[in-house]
C-alpha cells in the first residue's frame, strides 16, 4: 500500500459519512488525505485511491485535474496560489503576482531550483475584499499582500 495506515483511518472516516452505494462521494476528501502525506498524487496513488473507494481509476484522475488545490505534479515544499481573477487583479493581485516572481526568480507554474517553492495562479479564493490574496499550501489565506508582507512571508517559509 502507497499510504499509510493513518491515512486510510482518515479515508476510512470520511467513507463512514457517506451510503455503501455512494462510497465515491468521499473521493475529494480521499485525494487531500493522499495529497498531504505524499505531497503530490502520483498516478499509482489515484489508482490506490480507485481501488480503496471501488470507482474507475479515470474517474479519480477526472476529479484530481479538474480542481486547483491537487496536484497532479510534483510540487515544492511550499504552493504559492496568487489569485488572479479579475477583482484581485484590479486590487493588486497582478502587482503582487509580479514581486513574487521577482523575489523567487519564477514564473507561474514553476518551482525554485531548491525544491522549496512553487508558484501557480489561483481561482477566486472567495475574499475579493482582501485582495490582494495568496493561499499557503491549499490551506493558510493571506490577505491585503502588500511587498512586504510577501517578502515576510517568503522569509517565514524559508526558516
Not at 465515491?24 to 476528501?29: I, L, N, P
Not at 499509482?44 to 480507485?50: D, H, I, N, P
Not at 486547483?68 to 503576482?97: H, R, W
Request: charged share 25%; hydrophobic share 40%.
Amino acid at each position: 500500500m502507497l499510504l499509510s495506515e493513518q491515512s486510510y483511518k482518515k479515508i476510512d472516516r470520511e467513507l463512514a459519512k457517506f451510503p455503501a452505494d455512494q462510497r465515491q462521494s468521499a473521493v475529494m476528501a480521499a485525494l487531500a488525505i493522499a495529497q498531504d502525506e505524499k505531497g503530490w498524487l502520483a498516478p499509482e496513488t489515484m489508482q490506490e485511491l480507485a481501488d480503496y473507494i471501488g470507482m474507475p481509476a479515470i474517474a479519480v484522475q477526472e476529479v484530481a485535474t479538474f480542481y486547483n488545490m491537487y496536484d497532479v505534479k510534483p510540487v515544492g515544499k511550499f504552493k504559492i496560489s496568487v489569485c488572479t481573477n479579475l477583482p484581485c487583479q484590479l486590487s493588486g493581485g497582478e502587482k503582487a503576482a509580479h514581486h513574487l516572481k521577482e523575489k523567487l526568480g519564477i514564473g507561474f507554474r514553476d518551482t525554485t531550483a531548491d525544491g522549496q517553492f512553487t508558484l501557480i495562479e489561483g481561482e477566486c479564493m472567495g475574499a475579493c475584499g482582501d485582495a490582494p490574496v495568496m493561499l499557503v499550501n491549499n490551506k493558510r489565506m493571506c490577505s491585503f499582500m502588500s511587498n512586504d508582507k510577501i517578502d515576510a512571508l517568503v522569509e517565514e517559509l524559508k526558516k
